[in-house]
Nanobody, 116 residues
Framework: QVQLVESGGGLVQAGGSLRLSCAASGRTFSSYAMGWFRQAPGKEREFVAAITWSGGSTYYTDSVKGRSTISRDNAKNTVYLQMNSLKPEDTAVYYC?????????WGQGTQVTVSS
């Protein structure tokens, strides 16, 4: 089974930037489209961004479009999410997973907190 380890979160002021990383185990990582998701307190987990297996196409939810960039390095089994111009409403735990069909389990996530 593929293990997912997210990192890179933290506390930043509004307008700041963070780069999230997701390290995945397993030799099949490069065959999957991957996504970033987030869950804010009291809310359901939501889609943030996705990238095809080759990295040739990317997709974003409207609220982060233009402020975020998803990328991947298949040689390192890692997917990234660069987030700029962060807003307090970006505060959430961020997770990575296969997209659109998740693995059925989640990593521990990484907390992003944006102060106003």
């Amino acid at each position: 089974q593929v293990q997912l380890v997210e990192s890179g979160g933290g506390l930043v002021q509004a307008g700041g930037s963070l780069r999230l990383s997701c390290a995945a185990s397993g030799r099949t990582f490069s065959s999957y489209a991957m996504g970033w998701f987030r869950q804010a307190p009291g809310k359901e987990r939501e889609f943030v961004a996705a990238i095809t297996w080759s990295g040739g196409s990317t997709y974003y939810t409207d609220s982060v479009k233009g402020r975020s960039t998803i990328s991947r390095d298949n040689a390192k089994n890692t997917v990234y999410l660069q987030m700029n111009s962060l807003k307090p409403e970006d505060t959430a735990v961020y997770y990575c997973n296969r997209h659109p069909l998740t693995f059925g389990y989640w990593g521990q996530g990484t907390q992003v907190t944006v102060s106003s």
